[in-house]
């Protein structure tokens, strides 16, 4: 965890921001924020994290050959 310091005028803009997005937090905000404005895909940034399940062998066994190789 980091500390960033804004001035008044920022907080205020970050806050109203915050409520108008439904935002979590400013964290939350701010990667939304800055994905948006460096075109960063989704994918990236962990937008899957835990909604894809692990490979099962049967899924492994499609993929690999007896060697590992795809």
């Known amino acids: 965890m980091k500390t960033i310091a804004v001035n008044d005028n920022t907080f205020q803009l970050l806050q109203t921001l915050k409520e108008k997005e439904k935002a979590p937090s400013f ?12 075109k960063v895909p ?13 490979f099962s062998e049967k899924d ?4 690999w050959d007896d060697k590992g190789r795809i």
């Open 27 to 38: 964290d939350v905000l701010i990667l939304k924020i800055a994905s948006k404005e460096s």
């Open 60 to 63: 492994r066994k499609g993929l």
């Open 42 to 54: 989704d994918s990236m940034l962990g937008a899957l994290k835990g909604k894809m399940k692990p």
